[in-house]
C-alpha cells in the first residue's frame, strides 16, 4: 500500500480493544477513533466505517453482529465497505468467516490474508486446538475420542466487571465456572480441533491478572493407534515447526499460568508417565496475548498485507 492502512477499533476502551490499540503502534498504520461522547453513534460508527481499510469489533455478541450488519448494509449500497476483524464468540463457527488462527495449518495464513471477514479465536480454544487438532490429524488421536479439557484463566478474561471484583475485593483465590457444561467456546473448540464428540470443558479462573494454562488428560492406551509421549511431542514440535510465536519445550515438573503473561507467546508441552501410560498435554499462554490482543495482531497484518511483528516476548 502507498499509503498507510486506516483501522477503526469499534470498542477500543474494553480489555481487548486497549490491548489491540497498544500492540498498533508495532505496525504502519493509522489508527482513527471516534470520539466518546459518540461510540454509540450509529451514524458516526457508520461515518467511520467508511472511511477505514479494516474494523476490529472488541464487542458483546450482539453488537458485533449488529455492526457487521452494518458493514454488509454499506457493502450493499455500493459504499466503501470495510475489512472486519471479530473479537467475540458471535462468528467464530459461521462458514462465512474465516477462523483467524494463521498457525492452525498450511494455507490458513493465506486465507486470512485473502479473507473481507475474520473471527479471532478465543482465548481456551487457542490452547485446546493447538494440543488437539495436530494429534487428530496425524491419526493418534481420535476425532470421537472422550476428552476432557481443563482451564485456568487471570481474571482479565472475565471482563470489566470481573477486574474491578478482584482488584476491589480480592475476589475467590480459585473458581470453577461453566458447570452447565455449555459454554461458549465449545462449538469453537469442537470444530477446529477436528472433533466429532464434544469434549468435556471444565473453565476456571484464578486470582491473578493475567495468564492461562489449558491441560487435556489422555490415556495413551486409549489413543487410536499407539504412541508414547515422545511421539506425542514430535507430532506437536513437527506441526509448529518455525512458528515465532508456538514452542513445544520438554515438560517440566510444575507450571506457573503467570509465566507468560504480557507476552504473545504460547508452549505446548507433553507431561508423560510411560510406567503408568498416561499423559496431560498443556498449553501455557496469555489470556490477553495469544489468546486474544496478540493473535488479533497476527490477523491485523496478515489482511493489510504487512510483516507481522515480532511478538511481545516479556
Not at 500500500?1 to 497498544?22: K, N
Not at 473471527?119 to 490452547?127: A, K, Q, R
Not at 470453577?176 to 473448540?189: A, D, S
Not at 497476527?298 to 511481545?312: D, E, F, T, V
Request: aromatic residues 4%; negative net charge.
Amino acid at each position: 500500500m502507498s499509503e498507510q492502512a486506516t483501522v477503526f477499533i469499534d470498542g477500543e476502551a474494553g480489555t481487548t480493544g486497549l490491548g489491540i490499540r497498544q500492540r498498533l503502534d508495532a505496525l504502519p498504520v493509522t489508527v482513527r477513533s471516534i470520539a466518546s461522547e459518540h461510540r454509540k453513534d450509529a451514524a458516526a460508527r457508520r461515518a467511520m466505517m467508511e472511511s477505514v481499510d479494516l474494523v476490529v469489533l472488541c464487542l458483546p455478541d450482539a453488537a458485533s453482529r449488529e455492526a457487521a450488519s452494518m458493514a454488509a448494509e454499506i457493502a450493499a449500497g455500493g459504499g466503501r465497505a470495510p475489512r472486519l476483524l471479530d473479537a467475540s464468540t458471535a462468528f467464530r463457527v459461521d462458514p462465512d468467516w474465516v477462523y483467524g488462527f494463521p498457525e492452525m495449518g498450511d494455507g490458513f495464513a493465506a486465507q486470512v490474508a485473502a479473507a473481507a471477514r475474520v473471527s479471532n479465536p478465543g482465548c481456551y480454544p487457542t490452547g485446546a486446538i493447538a494440543l488437539l487438532r495436530p494429534l487428530v490429524q496425524a491419526g493418534l488421536l481420535a476425532p470421537d475420542a472422550p476428552l476432557t479439557i481443563n482451564a485456568v484463566s487471570g481474571y482479565s478474561g472475565g471482563g470489566r466487571a470481573m477486574i474491578e471484583a478482584h482488584e476491589r475485593e480480592g475476589g475467590p483465590a480459585f473458581e470453577l465456572y461453566g458447570l452447565g457444561l455449555e459454554h461458549k467456546h465449545l462449538p469453537e473448540i469442537t470444530r477446529y480441533a477436528g472433533l466429532t464428540r464434544p469434549p468435556v470443558f471444565v473453565p476456571s479462573v484464578g486470582h491473578f491478572p493475567q495468564g492461562m494454562i489449558v491441560s487435556v488428560p489422555l490415556h495413551l492406551d486409549l489413543l487410536a493407534r499407539p504412541a508414547t509421549g515422545g511421539d506425542l511431542r514430535a507430532v506437536l514440535a513437527d506441526f509448529y515447526a518455525g512458528s515465532d510465536r508456538i514452542s513445544v519445550p520438554e515438560a517440566t515438573p510444575g507450571l506457573s499460568a503467570e509465566t507468560l503473561a504480557g507476552t504473545d507467546l504460547m508452549e505446548l508441552r507433553v507431561h508423560a508417565n510411560e510406567s503408568r501410560r498416561q499423559a496431560v498435554l498443556t498449553a501455557r499462554l496469555d489470556n490477553l496475548g495469544k489468546g486474544a490482543s496478540g493473535a488479533a495482531i497476527q490477523n491485523i497484518a496478515l489482511m493489510l498485507g504487512l510483516a507481522p511483528p515480532a511478538p511481545r516476548a516479556g
